[in-house]
T-cell receptor, first 114, second 115 residues
Framework: DADVTQTPRNRITKTGKRIMLECSQTKGHDRMYWYRQDPGLGLRLIYY???????NKGEISDGYSVSRQAQAKFSLSLESAIPNQTALYFC?????????????FGEGSRLTVL | KQEVTQIPAALSVPEGENLVLNCSFTDSAIYNLQWFRQDPGKGLTSLLL?????REQTSGRLNASLDKSSGRSTLYIAASQPGDSATYLC??????????????FGSGTQLTVLP
């Protein structure tokens, strides 16, 4: 089983629908992140959480919200999906600050908003 | 704002060649630089992490170098194999990101090694 699991792996939805992407990890890491990847733009940080009581906005948080339900679970929500949120979304974890530690990524959730 | 560029966007080489992937960044005030590999339909896997005080890191057939003053890093792959085919991304942790510790990613180089 993967250490960082994302569900669903693929989702097609319509404009205006509410969507939740879920991430769970078995690595025991405190720090969790949500990124989106668009062709030609690399990965951009949406939200990050350093522990259960800590939530922080990243570079592109508008239109998104998150919930850290437990140390092992970090969910990303799109309250009212729009077509420009079509992208590949990645959850990642790290045991320490990225200053010294590496990031561990899930396999991604491909979201298409029609 | 830190910007990270990877050129070329795609590269195709015959098996056995040694090759170099390039990464450039605009702000030299960094903590570290990381190289990742992304396979189709998969997440990213960390390959090498170079701290700002280091000049290079090696792992097997991979060697990454860092020249902070010129804002450049290279990933050298020796004796390339078809299994090396993937997209390679570099990411920089900038001092200016402060407590956010945000990585800035390049858009990647898609490498194809032909048998």
């Amino acid at each position: 089983d993967a250490d960082v699991t994302q569900t669903p792996r693929n989702r097609i939805t319509k404009t205006g629908k509410r969507i939740m992407l879920e991430c769970s990890q078995t690595k025991g890491h405190d720090r969790m992140y949500w990124y989106r990847q668009d062709p030609g733009l690399g990965l951009r940080l949406i939200y990050y959480s350093f522990d259960v009581k800590d939530i922080n906005k990243g570079e592109i948080s508008d239109g998104y919200s998150v919930s850290r339900q437990a140390q092992a679970k970090f969910s990303l929500s799109l309250e009212s999906a729009i077509p420009n949120q079509t992208a590949l979304y990645f959850c990642a974890t790290s045991v320490t600050d990225v200053y010294t530690g590496e990031l561990f990524f899930g396999e991604g959730s491909r979201l298409t908003v029609l | 704002k830190q910007e990270v560029t990877q050129i070329p966007a795609a590269l195709s080489v015959p098996e056995g060649e040694n090759l170099v992937l390039n990464c450039s960044f605009t702000d030299s005030a960094i903590y570290n630089l990381q190289w990742f590999r992304q396979d189709p339909g998969k997440g990213l896997t960390s390959l090498l992490l170079i701290q700002s005080s280091q000049r290079e890191q090696t792992s097997g057939r991979l060697n990454a170098s860092l020249d902070k003053s010129s804002g450049r890093s290279t990933l050298y792959i020796a004796a390339s194999q078809p299994g090396d085919s993937a997209t390679y991304l570099c990411a920089v942790l900038s001092i200016s990101s402060g407590s956010a510790r945000q990585l800035t990613f390049g858009s990647g180089t898609q490498l194809t090694v032909l048998p």
